[in-house]
């Protein structure tokens, strides 16, 4: 089974602009992947920011932008706000599967 | 607006078995991939399983494979995960989920 990485911790300040990445032990991760990003802050169910790449959902705040960056997916954040501190966690497929990185502990300083 | 209610949790013996139910609201799902996923105390999520009912396809993690089954009622609106011959490492909170909406959750227990 393939693995999954994210970096583990990350902080950025408010206002400020960060970059999460996910990267996949079988090589480049490419479209055909179906990069997904989900946040989940502490005590609540998931939610999902980011599907198939770059696609918001109607409740992703616009700060938010998914991309394919140096053979990984990545999350930027543009803009950072206090109430974007979370749990960060990528989603790739594999033929069927679906692996979940580590998870990105955001922090918001 | 979509919802979806998990139920069935509880805590179960090692070797137990349990039966997960997802009540979906809001959209038909017959057309739509369905997942279940996990998230065991303080630690990140897991992929566990899912279905699309059209094309009758479904997956599973390795670590469930033989052990859990998942499955779908189109006329209830309901997904099912039944688990067997549960262990330790099965503990955890199990979400039912679309690729863009998710329940609040149910854990799972197991233990003796």
């Known amino acids: 089974q393939a693995v999954v990485t994210q970096e583990p911790s990350l902080t950025v300040s408010p206002g400020g602009t960060v970059t999460l990445t996910c990267g996949s032990s079988?090589?480049?991760?490419?479209?055909?992947?179906?990069p997904y990003w989900f946040q989940q802050k502490p005590g609540q169910a998931p939610r999902t920011l980011i599907y198939?790449?770059?696609n918001r959902n109607s409740w992703t705040p616009a700060r938010f932008s998914g991309s394919l960056l140096g053979g990984r997916a990545a999350l930027t954040l543009s803009g950072a706000q206090p109430e974007d501190a979370a749990d960060y966690y990528c989603?790739?497929?594999?033929?069927?599967?679906?692996?979940f990185g580590g998870g990105t502990k955001l922090t918001v300083l | 607006e979509v919802q979806l209610v998990e139920s069935g949790g509880g805590l179960v013996q090692p070797g137990g078995s349990l039966r997960l139910s997802c009540a979906v609201s809001?959209?038909?799902?017959?057309?739509?991939?369905m997942n279940w996923f996990r998230q065991p105390p303080g630690k990140g999520l897991e992929w566990v399983a899912n279905?699309?009912?059209?094309?009758?396809?479904?997956y599973y993690v390795d670590s469930v494979k033989g052990r859990f089954t998942i499955s779908g009622d189109n006329a209830k609106n309901s997904l099912y995960l039944q688990m067997n011959s549960l262990r330790g490492e099965d503990t955890a909170v199990y979400y039912c989920?679309?690729?863009?909406?998710w329940g609040q959750g149910t854990l799972v227990t197991v233990s003796s």
């Open positions: 279905i699309k009912e059209d094309t009758n396809e479904k």
């Open positions: 198939d790449t770059s």
């Open positions: 989920a679309t690729w863009a909406h």
């Open positions: 079988t090589g480049t991760v490419t479209s055909g992947h179906w």
């Open positions: 809001g959209f038909t799902f017959r057309s739509s991939w």
């Open positions: 989603l790739l497929s594999y033929s069927g599967s679906r692996v």
